[in-house]
């Protein structure tokens, strides 16, 4: 659907351009406006940039933001956080069904005044070239919300109409907003760019935001730099702000008020729907008493790759949850009875972490006791032997597994995975059906076989994989990050496994 409405653009690149939305009452909109969906039309598009700048100018109106992210990605999440004070929750179109999606959606939307949904990849990219599953305009459908189109039109003028008219008339089911322009060279080009598309395609141009190439965030093999490795302080997100203040025009929020989910105020119930694939055989532990299990988790710079909804489910499962520094800290958190190692780049802090000896005797000592582990990439390769850098040293680690980890120049694995456990786990019995996530550079250069395997791999078209999920004991690691709302019974086993060891 191609909403009726063009606001005229006024005072491109001055401040004076958004100077009537600040006078909008903003009572009016919590009753119309609850959320949207931050698009690009590719990959580099700029909807990351756009999508912080966006949450950083709401944030200075005083509006709450829940930010999300469409894809299994954990960086830009990070980066949200930082900006709204808010965790930013994954939706995925194939790690989690639609009804999970809207549960995620409607649960930590609830308090906040607007929810940005930062999309993935184009707006029509999904799993095939015939199909939207795994979209952003899949999910913006499913969430019932409106979306704001990012276009980089740094070597475009009319051409870019040609651009929009395609990406506004090619599903008439999705609510296409408006467009705003990434990368505009002058007030010139935007009003090229404007009457283009207005003359085109009667869409809404939102906002011409100019090159400012000291916006851009810094980049690494996996993607952006972490947002804990980000310098995020005051001055840079008043320069965001300052980006959108100098291109939003005037009707920016009454073109993206319209949306689905909530109406006159009301939240709408969400369909029940059912599982999308096997949970597996039902465990019959029991529940644990809430905060009777502790389970240490590794976070800070080398360790940050976690679902944010990995977390609550381990709480609302019973866990207290204590986290720690593998950086810095010597021990760890007193007394716990598990522990969850989650992925990011110990590789750029192989020395620290090697050197900190107690800490890594102390994990190999928990293994060793029984207690249930569970490591997923980056907290896999920290139970290793060794790893080994980029530049070719070497760097003892816990040493949990006999196994070797070295950073290779490309990546050796990417995309989406559907686990099966072929035994049991601390995240279930055999037959335990779970999806994630892969992406790695580094490899397993000696004997992967002796650790033997717990998981039989499938991708996204269904096509096996190697298998994965090495089994020490009462120890499971693998470089798939999993969501473990996709089959939350997986939760519930880990806390029970670590309240009966």
């Known amino acids: 659907m191609l909403l009726e409405y063009n606001p005229q653009c006024k005072g491109v690149f001055s401040r004076s351009a958004a ?70 929750h994954n939706l995925d179109g194939w790690m989690l069904s639609r ?35 795994g979209s952003t305009a899949e999910m913006a459908k499913w969430l019932g919300l409106p979306v704001l189109l990012v276009a980089e039109a740094g070597s475009m003028a009319r051409s870019a109409a040609a651009l929009v008219k395609g990406y506004a008339e090619f599903d008439p089911d999705l609510t296409l907003a408006g467009v705003l322009f990434n990368r505009v060279g002058s007030p010139t080009h935007a009003e090229i760019l404007r009457d283009a598309v207005h003359s085109a395609t009667g869409l809404a141009c939102l906002g011409f935001l100019p090159h400012d190439p000291e916006l851009s965030l810094g980049s690494r093999h996996l993607g952006l730099v972490t947002a804990e490795e980000t310098d995020w302080e005051n001055s840079r997100l008043q320069r965001l702000i300052h980006w959108m203040d100098s291109g939003l ?8 008020s319209p949306c689905g989910i909530r109406t006159g105020g009301e939240w709408r119930e969400c369909s029940a729907g059912s599982p999308s694939f096997s949970t597996g055989e039902r465990t019959g532990r029991e529940a644990v008493t809430p905060g009777s299990v502790s ?35 010597s021990s760890l958190p007193e007394g716990v009875h598990g522990l969850y190692l989650g992925g990011g780049y110990p590789e750029l802090y192989a020395a620290t972490l090697s050197r900190n000896r107690s800490l890594l005797r102390e994990v190999a000592s928990l293994a060793d006791s029984g207690k249930p582990v569970y490591a997923e990439c980056g907290g896999f390769m920290y139970l290793l032997q060794s790893l080994c850098d980029a530049k070719g040293q070497e760097y003892p680690m816990a040493g949990v597994f006999s196994l070797q980890a070295a950073m290779g120049g490309r990546f050796r694995a990417l995309g989406y995975r559907e686990v099966r456990l072929l035994q049991q786990t601390p995240l279930g019995e055999a037959g ?70």
């Open 19 to 88: 100077i009537g939305i600040y006078f909008f009452p903003h009572s009016s909109y919590l009753a119309q406006m609850h959320g949207f969906v931050v698009a690009g039309v590719s990959s580099g598009s700029g909807k990351t940039l756009v999508s912080l700048s966006l949450m950083a100018w709401f944030m200075r109106q005083g509006w709450e933001v829940q930010p999300f992210k469409v894809g299994p990605d954990f960086i830009d999440p990070g980066h949200h956080g930082v900006v709204t004070g808010r965790t930013s």
């Open 99 to 133: 009804s999970t999606n809207r549960d995620i959606f409607l649960r930590y939307g609830q308090g906040a005044d607007v929810c940005i949904v930062e999309g993935v990849m184009g707006l029509f990219d999904g799993f095939s070239a015939t199909g939207e599953s």
């Open 249 to 256: 025009c005037n009707g920016f929020l009454q073109a993206l």
């Open 295 to 329: 389970i240490a988790v590794a976070r800070d710079e080398a360790f940050c790759f976690y679902y944010g909804e990995n977390l609550r489910l381990l709480q609302e499962a019973g866990a207290r949850l204590c986290f720690f520094s593998p950086l810095r800290d």
């Open 432 to 501: 335990t059906v779970l999806r994630g996530h892969e992406f790695h550079y580094s490899y397993l250069r000696n004997g992967a076989g002796e650790a033997g395997s717990a998981y039989q791999v499938r991708d996204r078209r269904g096509v096996q994989r190697d298998p994965q999920g090495f089994v020490q004991d009462n120890v499971l690691g693998s470089y798939i990050h999993l969501h473990f709302a996709s089959n939350p019974e997986s939760a519930r086993f880990f806390v029970s496994c670590c309240g009966s060891g």
